[in-house]
């Protein structure tokens, strides 16, 4: 399981070499087989389990991405929210706006959020308090060890060689164009932040 990982975390943490870790960190992502057309697809069921997860960004902008899980456990990050220069409330009216658009009626079960939002910032408010009170958006308390999210990223994206796309999916029933196996998550095409970012997340360089 650990030789299946991206190399350069092989390099780290199987091997403990920093020569040349600084590389990609999903070195496996590949947008042919990771992200799917949104228009072909259209809209997923409404009876698919619905999550959220966000970054609140203060310098940075804030992120939110809107999964879905499908009926064979897909992973399924179907929209993405991604702005800057606003206060928290003004990001949670629009979050909750956006719901509506990705999965109109759909009562949104969870969105996890980094620790640092529970926290009190030096003006005396706490971001998650202030998502509730503006939009009645309840954050629910993600964990923050950063090796173990990259880890378990690593994971959904690794492709399974004998696993076939989702019935929903373009490449549905068969191993991709290339037989490569589907990965365990997937992206829409609507997610031109994310699918950006991923390929552009690098070690920090330790070589000495």
């Known amino acids: 399981m650990l030789l299946r990982m991206p190399k350069e975390w092989q390099k780290r943490f199987v091997f403990c070499s920093f020569e040349t870790a600084a590389g990609m ?6 947008s042919a087989a990771h992200v799917y057309d949104h228009e072909l697809v259209g809209r997923l069921p409404a ?14 902008p804030t992120a939110w991405l809107y999964w879905t899980v499908d009926n064979d456990g897909f992973l399924i990050v179907e929209d993405e929210y991604y702005v800057e220069g606003l206060i928290p409330s003004q990001h949670a009216v629009s979050i ?13 079960q969870t969105a996890i959020a980094p620790p640092d939002v529970f926290r009190q910032g030096f003006d005396g408010r706490i971001v998650a308090q202030e998502y509730a009170e503006a939009a009645g958006i309840n954050l629910t308390m993600g964990n923050d060890n950063v090796d173990a999210g990259l880890l378990r990223v690593s994971e959904w994206l690794q492709r399974v060689p004998d696993l076939e796309y989702p019935e929903w999916h373009p490449y549905a029933g068969t ?3 290339d037989l490569g196996g589907a990965p365990r998550v997937l992206v829409s095409s609507r997610c031109a932040n994310l699918r950006g970012e991923i390929p552009d997340y690098r070690w920090k360089d330790l070589s000495p």
Do not use: C, T, Y
Request: hydrophobic share 40%.
């Open 25 to 30: 960190i999903w070195d496996m992502w590949d």
């Open 175 to 177: 191993l991709g164009p």
């Open 96 to 108: 909750k706006a956006q719901r509506e658009m990705v999965a109109p009626g759909i009562r949104w």
């Open 47 to 60: 009876n698919w389990r619905r999550f959220e997860s966000m970054d609140h960004g203060r310098r940075n």
